[in-house]
């Protein structure tokens, strides 16, 4: 089976000339479906570049990075677009559209995929709402519900188009412990019932134990 992510001799920097800092320094991995790998690390060890450009949110600059077997480096923008549509994002911060309900904004991730219908937005925005837990807040704005509510809603959203691979940084920091652990193992369960690979950025040590594998990342490398 394919690997859903394939990193080779991935590096990064920022910046031009004598400002140029490398972020990113020889990175080599894979990350297989169905698989939980937590990320974790100082601040500034890279992580976050690491999965914006996995989540083709920037472009690669030196190595190989093969995203549902497509090469990114080089990829044109309408390509990044692509892969990007089939990734799940999940941040600290849900990101949610205060003048639209809990299904509506998780339909928002619906309107990427053309092949769904319309008529299928509500049905499957309430099916993953429910399994999250939020069956019977559908209609209520992200202000009526609590932090926890919310982030399930981004969580719910990030799934309802089912796909290969979601990418989490840092969604339990804003959190307690009880609503930190309720949001990963939804996102752990969710990911497993549907076959997904699940790249979780954290420095929360309470949640390292949902992990498949857990990676370091310090100074721009991985291990």
Not at 29 to 49: A, C, F, Q, Y
Request: proline letters at 3%; glycine letters at 8%; a positive charge.
């Amino acid at each position: 089976m394919n690997p859903i992510v394939s990193i080779r001799n991935l590096s990064h920097a920022f910046g031009k000339g004598s400002l140029q800092k490398k972020v990113l320094s020889d990175i080599s991995l894979d990350l297989n479906p169905g698989e939980v790998v937590i990320l974790e690390g100082p601040s500034g060890g890279g992580k976050t570049t690491l999965l914006t450009l996995i989540g083709a949110l920037r472009s690669a600059q030196s190595g190989s990075l093969k995203i549902l077997q497509q090469e990114l480096m080089g990829a044109k923008k309408q390509q990044l677009i692509q892969v990007r549509n089939q990734i799940g994002f999940i941040f600290q911060a849900h990101n949610l559209l205060d003048c639209l309900t809990a299904w509506e904004n998780v339909s928002m991730s619906l309107k990427l995929h053309s092949a769904i219908p319309k008529s299928e937005y509500r049905r499957r925005s309430a099916e993953i709402l429910s399994a999250v837990g939020l069956g019977e807040f559908l209609d209520c704005y992200p202000k009526q519900l609590s932090g926890g509510q919310q982030q399930r809603v981004a969580i719910a959203r990030a799934l309802v188009s089912r796909p290969r691979l979601v990418l989490a940084d840092e969604p339990t920091a804003a959190l307690d412990s009880k609503t930190g652990r309720d949001v990963v193992n939804i996102m752990q369960t969710l990911a497993k019932e549907e076959g997904c690979t699940v790249l979780l950025v954290t420095h929360d040590n309470r949640i390292l134990d949902v992990a498949d594998r857990i990676l370091h990342m310090e100074d721009g490398r991985c291990r």
